[in-house]
């Protein structure tokens, strides 16, 4: 997928209000003075691999262009988030197919 493919999914992700209600459900496991916000990265992270990443380290294709995906975080913070979260997986996964579910309805509701 291209770039302007991803700037797509990532402003679809937007519109249906993935990218809202991804950090309101992983709200729980964000650290007091965290910069970056949970569901932020975790978009990101979906968009990085849109573009064909494989491993985490790839979200500095989105870090390289800053001003179409905004500030993305270093790999060592993408790091302790996922370590984090997989340290409470099903949970984290239940919450996150909330946000999904959400997003769904509210995509439903927009029709």
């Given at each position: ?12 992700a937007e519109v249906t209000g993935l990218t809202t ?78 946000a999904r579910a959400t997003a769904r309805n509210s ?5």
């Amino acid at each position: 997928m291209s770039h302007a493919g991803a700037v797509t999914l990532l402003r679809t992700a937007e519109v249906t209000g993935l990218t809202t209600a991804v950090p309101v459900q992983l709200a729980p496991w964000r650290k007091p003075l965290a910069r970056f916000d949970l569901g932020k990265i975790v978009v990101d992270l979906a968009v990085s691999l849109t573009l064909g990443g494989d491993c985490l380290a790839d979200i500095a294709t989105l870090r390289e262009h800053a001003s179409v995906f905004g500030a993305v975080p270093s790999d060592p913070t993408v790091s302790r988030m996922v370590a984090a979260l997989a340290a409470d997986a099903p949970t984290v996964l239940s919450a996150i197919d909330t946000a999904r579910a959400t997003a769904r309805n509210s995509l439903g509701a927009r029709r």
